[in-house]
């Protein structure tokens, strides 16, 4: 009988690992696309005939973050709701609206097709998005660590960081797809739809699995508990906000607004800037998993404590490299991919040390928040703050400035996490050190 039981666990596990990340790849694929497609968007939905390029592009970052902004909100109206009724029908709830808001992207009319009601519905579809994508990090965190054998949280938790490089990854396979195959006319005048209507299949596949998903033992234990004081809760929250920033910061940096940020300001071609993403966002994917099991036998501390102090160090180096004329793309190539792999040191244990910080009864709710209140700022400002920061300055270190400062912010609060891995389920006090 026990090893029935464990069987079904163990299926039961691998059930939620697959349909916990599957939203939350697409969910980055299309934050992804709509990254590297951010010039050809801006001129398609934000440029009338008397506008400039970079007024623009600023135009488009600044719808990019609103999305961004809405996150907290799905964050608390998704978190509430997965706390009370189950993590599964609230994940089937997000990713239909996820995947609807996002193939009508793909239909949109454009500014020169509808005028000044383009921006308008693309950035009402974005608001949507944000939305979506707020209920979307909590709950599958929450399905993902909650079904984790003793001691593996940090590895069940690193393979929904894992899904932001695939999800990533894909948008830019994609971009680079049409880039090749279609001319710069083609790709301006409708292979940029390509990528967002994709997402229809995908979505169709995510909703299927998460139908078939099961509510993870702990949540039905703990659901008719009494909850933690909302003072305990929000002081979490916070902390945990300031635990990831740096990630937030640096991920966005150089794995989504590199693209924008090389043509703009360095004049690479649009291939060169993707080539670069992709190695940016395969050296992200091959170190997640690996920090993550690392932080399950070292603890959250150690692992992401590195990946920030080596952002702090490495960031302008790293962006210096690139402005040389000089240096190889063989060179420029490692240094964008080591970029990356560093990232993925806090991407890795993040999702598990988030976890740890709440009981089950919160916690969809609170690392969804802790989660959407830091990328709101520093994840989906990033673009408009560098471009228009480079605007203003002239300076092209911004981005490095930008993240690694952000870093340097974030270690005090990744100090306070205990030294080794926390065992067990505990109080949401004794969690946040």
């Not at 099991?293 to 920030?308: E, K, N, P, Q």
Request: aromatic share 8%; net charge positive.
């Amino acid at each position: 009988m026990t090893a029935i039981h464990q069987g079904l666990d163990a299926r039961r596990g691998r059930r939620a690992l697959i349909a916990g990340s599957v939203g939350n790849l697409i969910e980055w694929y299309e934050f992804g696309v709509y990254g590297y497609f951010a010039t050809i968007i801006a001129a398609r939905f934000f440029t009338p005939e008397s506008g400039s390029e970079i007024e623009a592009l600023v135009k488009t970052y600044a719808s990019f973050a609103l999305a961004f902004f809405f996150r907290p909100v799905g964050a608390a109206l998704f978190g509430r709701l997965g706390d009370r009724v189950g993590r599964r029908p609230v994940l089937v709830l997000v990713i239909t609206l996820m995947t609807v808001a996002t193939t009508l992207i793909g239909v949109l009319p454009t500014y020169a097709q509808a005028g000044a009601l383009a921006p308008w519905l693309l950035t009402f579809l974005r608001v949507l998005q944000g939305l979506s994508a707020g209920g979307e990090f909590g709950g599958a965190v929450s399905v993902m660590t909650e079904f984790a054998p003793p001691g593996r949280r940090g590895l069940y938790g690193s393979l929904q960081s894992f899904t932001v490089a695939l999800g990533l990854l894909g948008g830019a396979g994609a971009a680079a797809l049409l880039a090749t195959v279609l001319t710069e006319e083609q790709l301006g005048a409708w292979g940029w739809r390509l990528p967002f209507l994709l997402t229809l299949p995908l979505g169709l596949g995510a909703l299927w699995l998460r139908l078939r998903l099961d509510e993870t033992p702990e949540f039905v234990a703990e659901r008719s508990l009494e909850r933690p004081p909302p003072r305990e809760v929000a002081r979490a929250i916070a902390l945990g906000a300031g635990r990831i920033m740096g990630w937030a910061a640096a991920g966005y940096t150089f794995l989504v607004v590199l693209p924008s940020y090389l043509q703009s300001s360095l004049g690479a071609t649009f291939q060169e800037a993707l080539v670069a993403t992709v190695l940016a966002n395969v050296g992200f994917a091959v170190t997640i998993v690996p920090a993550g099991l690392l932080s399950d036998l070292l603890g959250r501390r150690a692992v992401m404590l590195t990946g920030a102090v080596l952002v702090v160090v490495l960031s302008v180096p790293l962006l210096n490299l690139l402005q040389e004329p000089g240096v190889s793309n063989t060179v420029k190539g490692a240094a964008v991919c080591g970029a990356g792999a560093v990232v993925g040191l806090l991407a890795g244990p993040g999702p598990a040390m988030l976890s740890e910080m709440f009981p089950a009864r919160v916690r969809y709710t609170g690392l969804g928040l802790a989660y959407a209140l830091s990328n709101a700022v520093f994840s989906g400002c990033a673009g408009l703050i560098i471009t228009e920061t480079i605007e203003r300055t002239g300076s092209v270190d911004i981005p490095a400035y930008y993240a690694a400062a952000a870093c340097a912010v974030s270690v005090p609060a990744l100090l306070t996490l205990p030294a080794r891995r926390v065992r067990g389920a505990k109080a949401v006090a004794e969690r946040t050190g």
